[in-house]
């Protein structure tokens, strides 16, 4: 079975900065998209960043220019640097992996625990 292992959240203060990390376990072969994607109370679950395999990323308007996604394939590792954080910025943040190979299978899409990440003065 393949799971995802998030950690790096917390509290920050407004312009300060935090790195997440997220790590997919289990005999994986390849892992096409990795991303980020956030929920605050009473809200969706929104994009917040997505890189493939290849190394393409993809960002959500509201963090483009301040948060940087990246990935290690060796270690089936996903990373979101996230700099000059807003209140805005408040929400539980999921890890997520889509289109997974591995000896137990194929899986279509794959959620993190979430972690939460709390931005305050």
């Known amino acids: 079975q393949v799971q995802l292992v998030e950690s790096g959240g917390g509290l920050v203060q407004p312009g300060g900065s935090l790195r997440l990390s997220c790590a997919a376990s289990g005999s994986i072969f390849s892992i096409n998209t990795m991303g980020w994607y956030r929920q605050a109370p009473g809200k969706q679950r929104d994009l917040v960043a997505t890189?493939?395999?290849?190394?393409?990323?993809n960002y959500g308007d509201s963090v483009k220019g301040r948060f940087t996604i990246s990935r290690d394939n060796a270690k089936n590792t996903v990373y979101l640097q996230m700099n000059s954080l807003k209140p805005e910025d408040t929400a539980v943040y999921y890890c997520?992996?889509?289109?997974?190979?591995?000896?137990?299978?194929?899986?279509?899409?794959?959620w993190g625990q979430g972690t939460q990440v709390t931005v305050s003065s």
């Open positions: 997520n992996a889509e289109d997974v190979r591995g000896r137990g299978g194929s899986f279509s899409r794959v």
């Open positions: 890189i493939t395999s290849f190394g393409s990323t």
